[in-house]
Structures are given as C-alpha cells and as structure tokens.
C-alpha cells in the first residue's frame, strides 16, 4: 500500500542553519503532496503543498520540489529561527473514491538560539 | 472565520463504553476527516465525508464509525471501546476534499480509556 516515510527526529539545529527534513514516499498513481506543521499548544497548519511532479512548494521561506523520479519531497529552509521549532509532518494524497491521506510519522524540530 | 472547532476537548471514558465526538467545520467547508494520534502509530487517516456521504476510508475495525449532517458538522463515534483507543482524534475540514484542497485541522480531541 501506499506510504510515507520521513527522518526521525528529534532534529536540533542553532539558529540560522540550514535545514532538510526527508521525505520519501510510495503510492501507484500519482499523489499530491504536504507538509504540514504542528507548533507547540497549536494544532496542525498546512504549510506547503505540490500536486505534480516538479512542483516546488513554498510558504515561510521553507521549500519542497515534487520529485516522481525519486519519489521524495523534501523539506527545506536556509536559515531556520527559534520560531520554527515545531513538528514537521509529509503526507501524501491519492484522492478519488479510494482516496486516502497518508502521515509519515513527523519529525520534531528545536532551533536553539 | 471561525475555525475547526472540536468539542468535547477531553475524555475519559471505560473499556466497553462507546463514545461520540464532535468536529464543527469552517463555513463553507463541505469535506471532513477524521485522523487519529497516538505516540506509536503517528497521525492515521479515519474516514473522509463529503456532503454527507462517506468518500474515503483508512484500515481501521467498524468500530469506528462516522456521519455528516446537512450542515457539515461530523460526529465521529467509537463503539466497545478498547485501551488502545486512547488517543488524540483530530478533525479537519476542507473545500474540495483531502486531495484537493488545503486541510484545516481542529484542536483534537483527547480520549482516555481506562
């Protein structure tokens, strides 16, 4: 079945560094795709998406490129601040009548100052 | 615009109980989904109504079972409910559906099974 499979965090990072969350993924057609954010006490926000290949989705100075040739959506950012610590979550979408939304596990990120 | 709202925020409820939750969707909003949290498993996919008629499903038991109403507000209700039914239940909405479109995600609500 289809799946997504992102880096285990946590992930801690100082101030301004430079960030790449992975995230691969396996489905039989050709899913849409997020990451999605959760900050501390809030609930879970999109912040980016792609619905086909070579799409790079951004929001917040944070970048994914749509990859089909290897499955992949990684998440970046060149300098991350102490405001992005939070839990980072890809998923994947095949839609349709069997559609389902499909979470990799999420990685928590600390940007310490 | 008012967000996702999800009532109650806290249960606690005893195996073998059944439970009913609440997900009020932001207006206009004719999709919702229903996800489940744990430590464990992550963030699982429930089932996905849209305009009162159940479109998508995950791989959970029948247990677990859900409606829309004529105004997109969705309940989502747990019957014999076991320990490892506590969890954080999430609920979003959506314009055109999970694949489509943006999800707007409620503050969850937390189940306890004793």
């Known amino acids: 079945g289809d799946s997504v499979t992102q880096m285990e965090g946590p992930v801690t990072l100082s101030e301004e560094a430079f960030l790449t969350i992975n995230c691969t993924y396996t489905a039989t057609g050709y899913p849409s795709l997020f990451w999605y954010v959760q900050y501390p006490g809030e609930g879970l926000q999109l912040l980016l998406k792609?619905?086909?290949?070579?799409d790079k989705g951004s929001n917040k100075g944070f970048e994914a490129t749509y990859r089909k040739e290897t499955t992949s959506f990684h998440l970046e950012k060149g300098s991350v601040q102490v405001s992005d610590s939070a839990v980072y979550f890809c998923?994947?979408?095949?839609?349709?009548?069997?559609?389902?939304?499909?979470f990799g596990k999420g990685t928590k990120l600390s940007v310490k100052p | 615009k008012a967000g996702v709202t999800q009532t109650p925020r806290y249960l606690i409820k005893t195996r073998g109980q059944q439970v009913t939750l609440s997900c009020s969707p932001i207006s206009g909003h004719r999709s919702v989904s229903w996800y489940q949290q744990t430590p464990g498993q992550g963030l699982q996919f429930l089932f996905e109504y849209f305009s009162e008629t159940q479109r998508n499903k995950g791989n959970f038991p029948g247990r677990f079972s859900g409606r829309q109403f004529s105004n997109s507000r969705s309940e989502m209700n747990v019957s014999t409910l076991e320990l490892g039914d506590s969890a954080l239940y999430l609920c979003?909405?959506?314009?055109?559906?999970?694949?489509?479109?943006?999800?707007?995600f409620g503050n969850g609500t937390r189940l306890t099974v004793t």
């Open positions: 979003a909405s959506s314009l055109q559906g999970l694949a489509n479109s943006p999800l707007h």
């Open positions: 998923a994947s979408s095949s839609g349709g009548s069997q559609g389902n939304l499909i």
């Open positions: 792609a619905t086909k290949a070579d």
